[in-house]
């Protein structure tokens, strides 16, 4: 069963968008996952189909209606839909790794991408929306943080990436940042590959990169290692 992605957003002309080329763009005309995007106009109200109103309580902005966004919702995913339903948010849990391999191990994703001020909250109650973040900074939309998710769990799919091996050695994979990497010309502007790497010593070659790993996660990244 290939991986199923629908995502409700304002601008559906964003999707398949940068997913459409390279890696993921092979994947998804090879049939590996699908994508289809919800416009939530349609679901507007009214004669000028509208999604978004003056938030309960004042301030400034708009928030996306309730009743729009699970009609919406409830078109392209059922009460039975098996798959994991999502809000892009701020407020989410901050995606890793981990739940990205959580995700790409699953049917799919409904994923639903907030605006303006964000959603009416019922809809995430009503919906049984889990609030994923994509770091701790604010967009002004959620499409750009869905194509960020979908990015990072098709590369895990089955038949995406062309070296099965290249995924287990990445940053976070082992808990570490991944160890440089150096190619051809072997001499750049007088800076030379470590000739360790050229020694033909696959031994010295795998405890090299697993030191500079270690260091290069000390020194940037401490919390990894706790
Ligand atoms: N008023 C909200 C921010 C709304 S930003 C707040 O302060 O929490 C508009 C939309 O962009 C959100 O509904 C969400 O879908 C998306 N968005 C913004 N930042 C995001 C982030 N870091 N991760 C995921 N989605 C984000």
């Avoid at 407020?91 to 959580?102: I, N, P, S």
């Avoid at 995700?103 to 109650?125: N, S």
Wanted: contains cysteine; hydrophobic residues 45%.
């Amino acid at each position: 069963m290939s991986f199923r992605a629908s995502v409700v957003t304002l601008f559906p002309e964003m999707f398949p968008g940068p997913l459409g080329l390279s890696l993921a763009g092979r994947a998804l005309e090879a049939g590996i996952w699908s994508l289809d995007a919800v416009a939530l106009r349609q679901f507007g109200v009214g004669r000028h189909r509208m999604v978004d109103d003056t938030p309960a309580g004042g301030g400034a902005g708009m928030v996306l209606r309730a009743d729009v966004l699970a009609a919406a919702i409830d078109s392209v995913s059922p009460a039975w839909d098996a798959r994991p339903r999502l809000l892009m948010s701020p407020r989410g849990r901050v995606l890793d790794q981990k739940f990205v391999r959580e995700l790409a191990a699953g049917p799919g994703a409904l994923i639903v991408c907030g605006r303006f001020e964000g959603v009416d909250e019922r809809a995430i109650e009503a919906r049984d929306l889990v609030e994923v973040s994509i770091g701790d900074f604010v967009l002004s939309g959620g499409e750009p943080a869905a194509l960020v998710l979908l990015d990072a769990i098709v590369r895990l799919l089955p038949g995406v990436m062309g070296n099965a091996e290249s995924g287990e050695y990445e940053s976070f994979e082992s808990g570490l940042l991944e160890h440089p990497h150096y190619t051809r010309p072997q001499s750049f502007e007088g800076r030379e590959i470590p000739a360790v790497l050229t020694s033909g010593d696959h031994g010295k070659v795998e405890r090299w990169r697993r030191e500079q790993a270690e260091a290069l996660t000390r020194a940037r990244r401490p919390d990894l290692l706790d």
